[in-house]
């Protein structure tokens, strides 16, 4: 099978989403199981809305094995395969790469839990991996999580130009892979793709944004004994240090 050449000018995102069911364990302490299950829908909607509106983007495609995400996708428009699905965040991206190599697209890959991200947050990333000179050489540009551990956005050209390995702490680690593929990685640092929510400190934080997203409406209308409760939690785990990491 012949690969085409891959270009900075066609860029696939791919999105990888668990199923609503179980979602976001880590806020077990903050939300019940159907509130957890609301929100994870709800940044999900949130960031499939987005990249529907990002005109660098040609295609966005879901990796999902989960029917109410995939009816989701689909309604935005996006491609949906359940292809190593049900292999973690780096085995369903590392699948949706090695598609993307065989049709000549570059891959931007970002999760479903950034209720923060806006179109020309992609556009920045986009723009910034082109202006590194990926088009026609091997790229790679990263913008990490807030606290520099996690890899919440990344674009290369081709696709599978770096191995990538998700989990905490694995935004330096991505770093000296693309080095150890001769390529010197671009960092860009957006705020609206460095936001997410896995942990109850997250969830305070994006209380106080009071953002006019899905997921900013729905968080605000947990109500007062919520906010309450999540104070509580987070003054009692204060000593614990908690931290996020993709």
């Given at each position: 099978?012949?690969?085409?050449?891959?270009?900075?000018?066609?860029?696939?995102?791919v999105?990888?989403?668990?199923?609503?069911?179980?979602?976001?364990?880590?806020l077990?302490?903050a939300?019940?199981?159907?509130?957890?299950?609301?929100?994870?829908?709800?940044?999900?909607?949130?960031?499939?809305e987005v990249?529907?509106?990002?005109?660098?983007?040609?295609?966005?495609?879901?990796?999902?094995?989960?029917?109410?995400v995939?009816?989701?996708?689909?309604?935005y428009?996006?491609?949906?395969?359940?292809?190593?699905?049900?292999?973690g965040?780096?085995?369903?991206?590392t699948?949706?790469?090695?598609?993307?190599?065989?049709?000549?697209?570059?891959?931007?890959?970002?999760?479903?839990?950034?209720?923060?991200?806006?179109?020309a947050?992609?556009?920045?990333?986009?723009?910034?991996?082109?202006?590194?000179?990926?088009?026609?050489?091997?790229?790679?540009?990263?913008?990490?999580?807030?606290?520099?551990?996690?890899s919440?956005?990344?674009?290369?050209?081709?696709?599978?130009?770096?191995?990538?390995?998700?989990?905490?702490?694995?935004?330096?680690?991505?770093?000296?892979?693309?080095?150890?593929q001769?390529?010197e990685p671009t960092?860009?640092?957006?705020?609206g793709?460095?936001?997410?929510i896995?942990?109850?400190?997250?969830?305070?934080?994006?209380?106080?944004t009071?953002?006019?997203?899905?997921?900013?409406?729905l968080?605000?209308?947990?109500?007062?004994?919520?906010?309450?409760?999540?104070?509580?939690?987070?003054?009692?785990?204060?000593p614990?240090?908690?931290?996020?990491?993709?």
């Open positions: 099978m012949s690969i085409a050449p891959a270009s900075a000018d066609r860029i696939c995102a999105v990888p989403i668990k199923g609503v069911v179980g979602a976001k364990q880590r077990a302490a939300l019940d199981a159907d509130q957890r299950s609301a929100l994870a829908m709800a940044m999900a909607e949130d960031v499939l990249l529907a509106a990002v005109p660098e983007l040609f295609r966005v495609l879901v990796v999902t094995a989960d029917a109410t995939a009816a989701l996708a689909s309604k428009g996006a491609e949906v395969t359940d292809a190593q699905a049900s292999e965040h780096t085995g369903a991206v699948g949706g790469a090695r598609r993307l190599v065989r049709e000549g697209f570059s891959m931007i890959t970002l999760p479903g839990d950034l209720p923060l991200l806006a179109p947050d992609v556009s920045r990333v986009i723009a910034a991996h082109r202006a590194a000179g990926a088009d026609g050489h091997p790229g790679f540009t990263i913008a990490p999580a807030r606290d520099f551990q996690g919440n956005a990344i674009l290369m050209t081709p696709a599978d130009a770096v191995p990538l390995r998700f989990g905490s702490n694995s935004f330096y680690p991505h770093l000296d892979a693309a080095r150890a001769g390529i960092v860009v640092e957006v705020p793709i460095g936001f997410d896995d942990e109850p400190q997250d969830l305070a934080d994006f209380l106080i009071t953002a006019q997203t899905r997921a900013g409406r968080v605000a209308d947990f109500g007062p004994d919520f906010s309450a409760r999540l104070a509580a939690h987070l003054e009692r785990a204060a614990a240090g908690m931290e996020a990491g993709r």
